[in-house]
């Protein structure tokens, strides 16, 4: 059976409310009173058993376990909001959904997207993203690039390519006396986590030769491309492919203090539901999506 889901009201005034970082303003949106906000949020908060806000005079703030919730909430109802779009579309032949991550959309894949379109003026593609890991959206789309470690029965997967991390600062980290010379030096930098891959920091510094429990010592986002753009900004280390770095380390916006990477957890895989392999709309994008991972040296291609 599914578990017992918290009350939507309840979940409409904790997102609004934590988007807003006012009960008020979540209440002027919502279209109730400030009273009814609290009381549904202190509703949430007692079936949870964590305070979600931390409360002041003049305003409000998320807790820890407030941050945790409110991006795995932002993205349900995102996705909510786009699978409504989609069953209120017309079906048609010439549409092809994909689901991908945003941070794989914004820094490899839109770049590269005209050039499908060019060549398949009849097929529009639209693009379903997220930030965190996701299940495939059998219902609303049609294929999905994803990376994951296991194969999902009732799926048709197509292998694309295998990813390896490794650190990436602003310029300002290898300069001056305090510049990062070894990977120890690490410890002494905040370290900017996604936390959707959780262990990815441990691994490096376990393959680095570094002896640290990491966890407590810099922010966490749940994107790599937030992370990037906060490395970009001089908040931290950030670990990342190259995939999604190669522009940023062409221009100095980055750079890659150490030669060390690891393996990413998983492989990429284009898929799609089992027997539509073959459609012509996804037979076509899959083989231009190839094409390009081949082309490109960032991705281990040719």
């Excluded at 305070?51 to 991006?71: D, I, K, N």
Aim: one cysteine or more; proline letters at 6%.
């Amino acid at each position: 059976m599914r578990p017992r889901l918290p009350p939507l009201n309840a979940l409409k005034a904790f997102e609004a409310a934590a988007r807003h970082t006012s009960f008020r303003r979540a209440a002027e949106e919502l279209n109730v009173t400030h009273s009814a906000v609290s009381h549904q949020i202190k509703a949430l908060e007692e079936q949870f058993g964590v305070p979600l806000f931390e409360r002041s005079q003049r305003r409000v703030s998320l807790t820890e376990a407030g941050e945790v919730y409110y991006p795995i909430l932002r993205d349900a109802f995102d996705r909510i909001a786009r699978g409504a779009e989609l069953v209120r579309t017309v079906e048609s032949p010439n549409v092809l959904t994909v689901q991908v991550y945003v941070s794989m959309a914004l820094r490899w894949l839109i770049p590269r997207l005209h050039r499908f379109e060019a060549r398949h003026p009849d097929i529009n593609v639209r693009l379903s993203t997220s930030c965190l890991q996701w299940e495939f959206d059998r219902g609303n789309v049609d294929v999905g690039i994803i990376i994951a470690a296991d194969r999902e029965p009732g799926l048709h997967y197509t292998e694309l390519f295998r990813s390896e991390a490794f650190p990436v600062c602003a310029p300002r980290f290898m300069e001056g006396a305090q510049a990062l010379s070894e990977p120890s030096d690490l410890m002494h930098v905040p370290l900017l986590h996604v936390y959707t891959v959780p262990n990815d920091w441990r691994r490096w510094l376990q393959a680095a030769g570094v002896e640290a429990e990491v966890g407590t010592k810099g922010p966490s986002f749940d994107s790599f491309v937030l992370a990037l753009e906060a490395a970009i900004a001089g908040q931290g280390v950030a670990l990342s492919n190259m995939m999604f770095v190669h522009h940023d380390l062409e221009t100095g916006r980055l750079v890659k203090p150490f030669d060390i990477g690891i393996p990413q957890e998983g492989e990429w895989f284009l898929a799609c539901v089992e027997g539509s392999e073959d459609h012509a709309k996804i037979s076509v994008f899959r083989d231009w999506l190839v094409e390009e991972i081949k082309a490109d040296p960032d991705v281990g291609g040719e």
